[in-house]
């Protein structure tokens, strides 16, 4: 089962987390497979915007992953956002490539990197009253 938190929080599936909680550092965790490689995904799916891309972990390694992008905290400007951990199993190692973080089509990525869906997570994040957060 994946396991996502912020800082000391725990996510649970579903769950409202307060803007301030998801500006503390991500901590991502699952049983894994020994020799087996994953992909991680961080994804803002109202805005479908790419908050965290890293392929080829060994194991939970995140730090040995490729980091295709790097950690952008959530931070929604306006409304209510849902956003989705993925975690997903690789059938072979992904080459670096360039990826474009706006608009990110996740369902091509997939199928091109022939990825197996092990675990997800969702969560909602409320922006700030004033619409930035600082």
């Known amino acids: 089962m994946l396991r996502v938190q912020f800082g000391e929080y725990p996510i649970q599936n579903n769950q409202i987390v307060d803007l301030s909680v998801v500006q503390l550092p991500i901590n991502l965790s699952w049983p894994e497979q020994i020799d087996q490689f994953y ?21 939970q390694n995140l730090s040995s992953g490729d ?28 080459p670096e490539q360039s990826i474009n973080r706006n608009m990110f089509r996740l369902a091509p990525f997939v199928q091109r990197n022939g990825l197996t869906l092990v675990d997800q997570i969702n969560f909602l994040v409320e922006s700030s009253s004033s619409g930035f957060y600082f």
């Open 39 to 59: 992909t991680v995904v961080l994804l803002d799916v109202t805005s479908n915007f790419l908050q965290l891309l890293i392929v080829n972990i060994p194991g």
């Open 67 to 94: 980091h295709l992008t790097q950690y952008v905290p959530p931070a929604p400007y306006e409304g209510t956002h849902l956003y989705q951990v993925f975690l997903y199993q690789q059938s072979q190692r992904i």
